[in-house]
Nanobody, 124 residues
Framework: VQLQASGGGLVQVGGSMRLSCVAS?????????MGWFRQAPGKEREFVAL????????AYTDSVRGRFTIAIDDAKNTVSLQMNSLQSEDTAVYYC?????????????????WGQGTQVTVSS
């Protein structure tokens, strides 16, 4: 599976931004997880949001719950991340990731498929 991310850039505190990631390379079946991780300078990569392909399971890290929304468009093989009320602490390189299976593992080690990172910078 190849993942191609888009979006990112510079936004002011309180602003919004949308990231998208397209999966290609093979047919996606229902037991598939897609999501977003991020890595700030000097910090470990952390999970941001995960969603099962069938939409039955979703998880957010505490710091973004209520501000970020993850969605999957299975017709387009796309996962998106709508980010609202952005804060300076959200500044990081964001990565889309995917794995086969049905469990939403928060550890990046469980995800074999990765897109290229996209920089999100929130300025005050």
């Amino acid at each position: 599976v190849q993942l191609q991310a888009s979006g990112g850039g510079l936004v002011q505190v309180g602003g919004s931004m949308r990231l998208s990631c397209v999966a290609s390379g093979r047919r996606i079946f229902s037991d598939f997880i897609m999501g977003w991780f991020r890595q700030a300078p000097g910090k470990e990569r952390e999970f941001v949001a995960l969603r099962s392909w069938n939409g039955r399971r979703t998880a957010y890290t505490d710091s973004v719950r209520g501000r970020f929304t993850i969605a999957i468009d299975d017709a387009k093989n796309t996962v998106s991340l709508q980010m609202n009320s952005l804060q300076s602490e959200d500044t990081a390189v964001y990565y889309c990731a995917a794995r086969d299976g049905s469990r939403l593992y928060p550890s990046s080690n469980e995800y074999p498929y990765w897109g290229q990172g996209t920089q999100v910078t929130v300025s005050s």
